[in-house]
C-alpha cells in the first residue's frame, strides 16, 4: 500500500493498523466519549469544543431528534417532548417508575406515559411518536459515535460503555440493546468505578490498593480495588443510589429558609432561586471559608464550619458506607492506598477533608472528577480492541448483589454471595421434599436477605420428569453462571436422568435500581429478625420432613410396631404438627426431639430389618432415603 | 475442561499445603487470569469465548477456595475424602461445647450501645487469636494425617469464624449501620 493518505482539514488522521474503539460515560445528566490518540487518551469535543454532552433528546414533530445542548434548550420551551434522565428509567418498567419516590417523580411526572405498552415498558409519548428509555439512550449513543468517527475519522469497531457498579442485569442489558439498536459493537460494560481505577491506574502505575469514591448529584458509589502488576481487583462495592450532592444543596436551602423565617417554597421560581443561591455558596465554599447569601429580602451569611455542620448527617452516611466496604473486603483502612475521587460532588471540600480524615491521607484528584470515568473507558476501550499488547492489564470485577435461590420454607439459599469476582460458575445440589416429587420449581432471587419475600424475585422456571422417589433421594444440581459483563443465567438438573431446565434471567425481571440499596440497607437491620425467622424456618422444615418420612415408615413398617409405641408416637406427632403452625422455634425443635427419640426404636429396628447396622446413629429422615 | 481435572493447587502451580504463599498464589492467579479472561477473547470466536468464560470461571472459583482459611482447610479435608457437612457432637468434643458457650455467653451479655465497643474490640482480638492457633494446628494435624483430629479443628475453626462475623455485625450495629 504506497498510497499517500491525505486528511480532512481539522481531523486527525487514522494510523494505519490502528482499530478504533471509544469509550463512553453514558451519564445520567451529561455524556462523554474519549479515545486513545498518540497513546494518551483523551475526551473529544464537538465541533464547537465542548467535551460534556447533555444526556438530554429533543424529540419534535417530523424532524430529526436533537440532542444536547440543543435538546436542553428546549426543555423549558418544550418540556413535554423533551427527555431528560433517561438513565434512571432503562431496565425498568412502567409500574416500577411510577410507584418511584421522589429522586424520580420530578422527572417523569414530565411525561406522558403509553398506559398500553407491552409487557410494561415504558414508552413515552412525544410529538415524534412512542419513545421508550433504550431508544433515547440509542440517540445519545449515536450522537456520540458520530462525533468520534468524525474526530478520529473511520468507522468504530467497538465501544465500551460504562454502567453503575449498581446496575443490574435488566439495566445491563438494555444499556447493551441501545447501542446495538445505532449499529455499535459493545465490547464490554464497564462498571463506572472501575473505570476511574483504570485512569489512575495506568497513568501512575499504582500498586495496592484503592478506594473509589464517587460522589454524584444524585448517587454515591464506593469500591475497594486491588491493583497488581497491571491486574485490577475488585475486592468489594457499595453504594446509597438516593445520596449525593443534590443532597448538600438541600441542606443549605433548608439553612436558609429556617434563618430567613421562611416556610416551604412552593413557588416554582423562588424555589430556582433559592436553589440557585444555594449551588452559588457550596461552590464558594470550595474556596472561601465564608460566603455571603441573598435570598429575596434576606441577607445572611455561612460559614465553611457551619456547612459542616449542617452536612454532618449526609457525611456520615457516606463514611459509614465507606467503612463497610472496607469491612466487606475483610482489611483495615489503613491498608488503604490511594483513593481516587469521582463526580462533581467531590469538589467540595468538606467531602474532601471527611475523606482524609477517614482514610489518613488526601485522594487524588488530578484527573477532572467529571471526566476520569469516560477516560478510563476509553484505556479500556483500547486495550480490548488489541491496540494495546495483552499483558498490558486486565479487569477482574465483582458482582454487585448476592444471587440464591429459593428453598423450603422460603429461605433463601444464597449461591454467589456479593462481591464474588466475575465471571464465575457455581453450582449446588438440592433435593426434593415430598416422596414421588416429580417435578422442581425453581425461583432465583437476588438481595442479601434471608427470606424470599424480603429479596427480589428475577426469575422462575420449572424442572420436570425428575424419575420418582423417596424424599431427599432425587439430585438436582442448580448451576448459575455470572459472565463478564454481570449477566446471570440458571440451569438445573437431574443427575440420575440428566434431565436439564434452564433460564437466562429477562430484563423485565429486572431489580429497580433505587431498591438495592435498601435491599443493602435493611440486611444489615434486620440481621437479628431475619436470624430468628430463618432459625423458625429450619425447624419447621426439619419438623415436617421428621413427621413425613415417619408417616411413611409407619405405613410401609407399621407391623414392626406394638401398640403403646405406636399411640407414643401418634401422639409426639400430633403434637409436633400443632406446635409447627403456632409455636415459636425453641418449641418446635424440643419436640422434634421428643418424637425422634419415642420412635428411635423403631428406626433401629427398621434399620436392622433393611439395611442391617451400618448407619447407626443416623436420624430416620435419613434411613428413609437409604433404604430405597 | 481440563482444568477441573487438576486440583486447586496443582492448576496454580503451588506445593498442596495448608500454610501456603498467598502473595505467589495471588501472583499465579492473575497471570493466568491475564490469558484466560474474557476480556483476552473479546475478537475470537464464540466457542473461544465460551472456552474463556469457562476458565475464567474455574480460576476465580479455586482462588476464591484457597485463599480463604476456613474453605481452604474444607477444600483440603474433603480431598482426604473427609465428609465435612456431617457432624455429630461427639466428633466435636466437651471441651469445644464448653469453649463456645463461654465465648457465646461473653457476647451475649454485653450492653446492646456504644459503651459495648471497647469489649467487642477485645472479643475479636481473642477470637482471631484463637482462630489463628487453630490454624496452625490444623496445618500440622493435617501434615501427619491425622484426619479425624483436623476435622475437629476444623469445626472450631468455623464456629470461631462465626463467631467472629457475629462480633462484627455486633459492631455495625452498635456503631449504627
Known amino acids: ?628 | 475442561m481440563q482444568t477441573i481435572n487438576k486440583n486447586y493447587f496443582q492448576l496454580f502451580s503451588i506445593p498442596e499445603t495448608y500454610q501456603l504463599d498467598i502473595d505467589l498464589l495471588g501472583e499465579n492467579y492473575r497471570g493466568m487470569q491475564v490469558e484466560m479472561h474474557p476480556d483476552r477473547f473479546v475478537n475470537a470466536s464464540e466457542e473461544e469465548k465460551m472456552w474463556s468464560v469457562q476458565r475464567s470461571s474455574v480460576l476465580n472459583q479455586a482462588y476464591d477456595t484457597l485463599k480463604d482459611p476456613l474453605k481452604r482447610a474444607a477444600y483440603m479435608l474433603e480431598r482426604q475424602g473427609m465428609n465435612i457437612e456431617q457432624v455429630s457432637q461427639h466428633d466435636l468434643g466437651i471441651d469445644l461445647l464448653m469453649e463456645q458457650m463461654e465465648l457465646r455467653e461473653s457476647l451475649d451479655e454485653l450492653p446492646k450501645n456504644e459503651s459495648a465497643l471497647d469489649a467487642l474490640g477485645r472479643l475479636k482480638k481473642e477470637v482471631s487469636e484463637k482462630l489463628n492457633s487453630r490454624e496452625e494446628s490444623f496445618s500440622s494435624m493435617l501434615m501427619d494425617s491425622e484426619l479425624a483430629t483436623a476435622k475437629k479443628i476444623f469445626h472450631e475453626m468455623q464456629f470461631l469464624k462465626k463467631l467472629l462475623l457475629e462480633i462484627n455485625q455486633g459492631e455495625e450495629q452498635r456503631l449504627g449501620y
Open chain 1, 1 to 628: 500500500m504506497a498510497l499517500l493518505q491525505i486528511s480532512e482539514p481539522g481531523s486527525k488522521p487514522a494510523k494505519p493498523l490502528h482499530r478504533l474503539a471509544v469509550g463512553i460515560d453514558l451519564g445520567t445528566t451529561n455524556s462523554l466519549v474519549a479515545a486513545s490518540s498518540a497513546g494518551a487518551v483523551e475526551i473529544l469535543a464537538d465541533d464547537e469544543g465542548s467535551h460534556l454532552l447533555p444526556s438530554v433528546v429533543h424529540y419534535p414533530a417530523g424532524l430529526e431528534p436533537v440532542v444536547g445542548q440543543g435538546a436542553l434548550d428546549q426543555l423549558t420551551i418544550d418540556p413535554a417532548n423533551t427527555i431528560i434522565s433517561a438513565k434512571r428509567m432503562l431496565g425498568k418498567n412502567l409500574l416500577d417508575i411510577q410507584a418511584e419516590g421522589d429522586a424520580n417523580k420530578a422527572v417523569t411526572s414530565l411525561y406522558q406515559f403509553d398506559q398500553n405498552s407491552r409487557d410494561g415498558v415504558p414508552q413515552i409519548l412525544t410529538a415524534a411518536g412512542l419513545k421508550s428509555p433504550v431508544q433515547i439512550s440509542a440517540d445519545i449513543l449515536g450522537t456520540l459515535a458520530s462525533r468520534a468517527e468524525s474526530v478520529l475519522g473511520g468507522k468504530l469497531e467497538g465501544v465500551v460503555i460504562t454502567v453503575p457498579a449498581y446496575f443490574n442485569d435488566a439495566q445491563r442489558q438494555q444499556t447493551k440493546e441501545a447501542a446495538k439498536l445505532v449499529g455499535l459493537n459493545v465490547l464490554r460494560l464497564l462498571n463506572e468505578p472501575t473505570a476511574a481505577a483504570v485512569a489512575y491506574g495506568l497513568d501512575t502505575k499504582d500498586q495496592g490498593r484503592i478506594i473509589i469514591f464517587d460522589l454524584g448529584g444524585g448517587t454515591f458509589d464506593v469500591s475497594l480495588l486491588s491493583l497488581q502488576r497491571g491486574v485490577f481487583e475488585v475486592l468489594s462495592t457499595g453504594g446509597d443510589t438516593n445520596l449525593g450532592g443534590d443532597d448538600f444543596d438541600r441542606v443549605i436551602m433548608d439553612w436558609i429558609c429556617s434563618e430567613a423565617g421562611l416556610d416551604q417554597i412552593t413557588d416554582s421560581k423562588s424555589f430556582a432561586r433559592l436553589r440557585n443561591a444555594a449551588i452559588a455558596a457550596k461552590h464558594s465554599l470550595t474556596e472561601v471559608d465564608i460566603v455571603g447569601i441573598n435570598f429575596e429580602n434576606w441577607q445572611g451569611a455561612l460559614s465553611r464550619a457551619q456547612f459542616i455542620e449542617l452536612s454532618a448527617d449526609l457525611v456520615k452516611r457516606i463514611i459509614n458506607t465507606c467503612r463497610r466496604v472496607i469491612r466487606d473486603a475483610s482489611i483495615s483502612v489503613d491498608e488503604i492506598d490511594n483513593i481516587v475521587l469521582v463526580g462533581g460532588a467531590t469538589r467540595m471540600l468538606v467531602i474532601r477533608e471527611a475523606v482524609a480524615e477517614f482514610f489518613g491521607k488526601p485522594a487524588l484528584a488530578e484527573i477532572d472528577p467529571d471526566k476520569v470515568v469516560a477516560i478510563g473507558a476509553g484505556i479500556q476501550a483500547d486495550v480490548l480492541i488489541g491496540n494495546k499488547s495483552a499483558n498490558d492489564f486486565l479487569l477482574l470485577d465483582v458482582s454487585p448483589l448476592s444471587l440464591g435461590i429459593e428453598t423450603m420454607g422460603e429461605l433463601v439459599e444464597k449461591i454467589i454471595p456479593r462481591n464474588t469476582t466475575i465471571p464465575v460458575t457455581r453450582a449446588q445440589e438440592f433435593t426434593t421434599f415430598k416422596e414421588g416429587q416429580t417435578a422442581m420449581s425453581l425461583h432465583v432471587v437476588q438481595g442479601e436477605r434471608e427470606l424470599v419475600s424480603d429479596c427480589r424475585s428475577l426469575a422462575r422456571f420449572e424442572l420436570r420428569g425428575i424419575p420418582p422417589m423417596v424424599a431427599g433421594a432425587a439430585k438436582i444440581r442448580v448451576k448459575f453462571q455470572v459472565d463478564a459483563d454481570g449477566l446471570l443465567s440458571v440451569s438445573a438438573e437431574e443427575l440420575s436422568t440428566g434431565m436439564i431446565a434452564e433460564i437466562q434471567v429477562k430484563p423485565s425481571f429486572g431489580l429497580n435500581a433505587d431498591a438495592i440499596e435498601e435491599i443493602l440497607q435493611s440486611s444489615q437491620e434486620n440481621a437479628l429478625a431475619d436470624m430468628e425467622a430463618r432459625s423458625i424456618g429450619e425447624a419447621r422444615l426439619e419438623a415436617q420432613q421428621l413427621i413425613d418420612a415417619l408417616a411413611s415408615a409407619v405405613e410401609i413398617d407399621g407391623d414392626l410396631l406394638d401398640e403403646s409405641e405406636s399411640l407414643l408416637i401418634k401422639a409426639a406427632i400430633e403434637k409436633l404438627e400443632r406446635a409447627n403452625t403456632e409455636g415459636d422455634s425453641s418449641e418446635i425443635r424440643v419436640l422434634t426431639e421428643d418424637l425422634n427419640r419415642v420412635s428411635g426404636n423403631f428406626a433401629a429396628r427398621r434399620m436392622d430389618l433393611h439395611i442391617g447396622a451400618a448407619l447407626r446413629g443416623e436420624s430416620i429422615d435419613m434411613i428413609e432415603s437409604s433404604s430405597d
